[in-house]
């Protein structure tokens, strides 16, 4: 039998990598890369060293999105409860202070490599091995008045009411807003109330600023509502908030604003899916090619993620599927019918569209998001 003998090292600390070596260097092949190297390799034992300007969080996140079924070790020099904590969240268990345990490494690595023997052998995964982050979902479109606000937060409530998942909703229209009003909340707590805490941004933060949605216990960042305080707000931040919101919760909804600058283009470049709202007429597709033709000049690599959802659907559209096939690419996955009457009566009730899990009279527009969440689901 062939064992795991590659163990991958991430982080520039030469005196916690010099005691690692004289621990392991006889029995495995130490093989030290970068972080952006991850993607390059099938790595299956990876020991993180502690470094002074990176987060330990955000790089096993970024791990485990690459390699699912990569076993990681984190070691320091330091005892640290919160963040034992919150590795532990990801799946990460072992959380080893140099040089008080500095025997159990050999150990630990001897175990976890005849482990990882046993489950390549059967061809199958453990299911302590399964671990990962949130994905994120936003919402974006290059042409206002598309609906984006009100199918995004439709979606995120009914993915947690159609679900057991923790899911957060995070309004990025800093200037304006716009969810309060269609998931009815009143607050005076907003996204810029993390500013203080960016940096040790963890979930007690993020709870404590989120307002929760009364039907459906959904979470939600609301928007400061205010220029000024918009402008306090950087990519940073943006990659900071959505960065910890990915350890803690399952989905996170994102609605973009329709213009582009570093916080938007941060979004975009963290997210699993880009959902572009548009309805079927020559104008959103004529904005849809000048939106496709920024991202590439911007480099932002869409692979398979963008996904069209069709807004106003209906029999007076002036164009239908099969022309906008002609001239786009990107898949739909969900279209929205026409339904502006219905849609404000509950606006003007200060009413959300969903109540309950098993509601019978739903309005269109709710019963078509319902259908597209419950296909993602399965």
Excluded: C
């Excluded at 459906?216 to 950087?234: C, F, H, K, N, Q």
């Excluded at 709202?277 to 496709?292: C, F, G, P, Q, W």
């Amino acid at each position: 039998m062939k064992k795991v003998q590659e163990l991958f090292v991430i982080g520039n600390n030469e005196e916690l990598y010099s005691s690692v070596q004289q621990q392991l260097d006889q029995h495995y092949q130490l093989q030290r890369i970068q972080p952006e190297d991850v993607k390059k390799y099938v790595v299956k034992i990876v020991l993180i060293l502690k470094t002074e300007n990176e987060s330990v969080l955000d790089l096993a996140q970024y791990i485990l999105a690459e390699n699912p079924n990569a076993y990681l070790v984190y070691i320091s020099d330091v005892q640290n409860f919160d963040l034992l904590r919150d590795l532990n969240r990801l799946g990460i268990m072992d959380y080893l202070v140099f040089p008080d345990e500095e025997w159990i490494l050999s150990e630990r690595i001897k175990e976890v490599t005849e482990t990882k023997l046993v489950q390549d052998e059967g061809h199958g995964t453990a299911e302590g091995f399964k671990r990962g982050g949130g994905k994120v979902f936003t919402f974006y479109s290059g042409k206002g008045g598309s609906g984006k606000s009100l199918i995004s937060t439709a979606f995120a409530q009914t993915l947690k009411l159609e679900s057991t998942a923790k899911v957060l909703y995070i309004d990025l229209n800093l200037q304006y807003g716009g969810s309060e009003t269609f998931l009815a909340l009143d607050s005076n707590r907003s996204i810029i109330d993390l500013l203080p805490v960016i940096n040790e941004l963890s979930e007690h933060h993020i709870r404590n600023i989120a307002e929760k949605e009364e039907y459906s216990g959904l979470e939600v960042l609301v928007s400061p509502r205010d220029t000024e305080m918009a402008e306090r707000i950087d990519d940073d931040f943006i990659l900071r908030m959505i960065r910890a919101s990915k350890r803690t919760y399952d989905f996170i909804v994102v609605d973009l604003p329709s213009w582009m600058d570093e916080r938007v283009f941060t979004a975009l470049e963290e997210s699993e899916r880009i959902y572009y709202t548009m309805s079927y007429d020559t104008i959103a597709i004529r904005v849809l090619k000048n939106v496709e033709n920024l991202f590439k000049q911007l480099g932002l690599v869409l692979d398979e993620r963008m996904e069209l959802v069709i807004n106003f659907s209906g029999k007076e559209n002036e164009l239908n599927q099969k022309d906008l096939e002609r001239f786009v690419t990107y898949p739909t996955v969900a279209k929205v019918r026409r339904d502006l009457k219905g849609v404000q009566s509950f606006l003007n009730q200060g009413q959300p569209l969903r109540k309950e899990l098993k509601e019978k009279k739903l309005p269109p527009v709710a019963k078509d998001i319902q259908k597209w969440v419950r296909s993602m689901l399965k």
